[in-house]
């Protein structure tokens, strides 16, 4: 079992920057690919970035890439995705989730999930 708690969400202007944290209970988060999906107000979850569980290989949707890193510390079993660039349709709540199996891009491949933080970027 993982608990999983997201922070560092909040109000911000285009164009600006905010990261946030993923912070896991257990011994085992280091066993765990690890992802980041969104969902802004009437529209479905989608994927974000995902992270192995070495934090070797990451995947991002092309809608982030090159503005948006993911990472992770386990020693300190905590993911974070750094936000850069933000753009209005950047808001939305993110939700941090871990897959025992993969880092897949597939939010039904994740076995457990936080309670999400608001992202909210200002035109």
């Known amino acids: 079992q993982v608990q999983l708690v997201e922070s560092g969400g909040g109000l911000v202007q285009a164009g600006g920057s905010l990261r946030l944290s993923c912070a896991a209970s257990g011994r085992t988060f280091s066993m765990y690919g690890m992802g980041w999906f969104r969902q802004a107000p009437g529209k479905e979850r989608e994927f974000v970035a995902a992270i192995s569980w070495s934090g070797r290989n990451t995947r991002y949707a092309d809608s982030v890439k090159g503005r948006f890193t993911i990472s992770r510390d386990n020693a300190k079993n905590t993911m974070y995705l750094q936000m850069k660039s933000l753009k209005p349709e950047d808001t939305a709540v993110y939700y941090c989730?871990?897959?025992?199996?993969?880092?897949?891009?597939?939010?039904?491949?994740?076995?457990?999930w936080g309670q999400g933080t608001q992202v909210t970027v200002s035109s």
């Open positions: 989730a871990a897959d025992r199996t993969d880092w897949s891009t597939s939010m039904s491949q994740y076995d457990f």
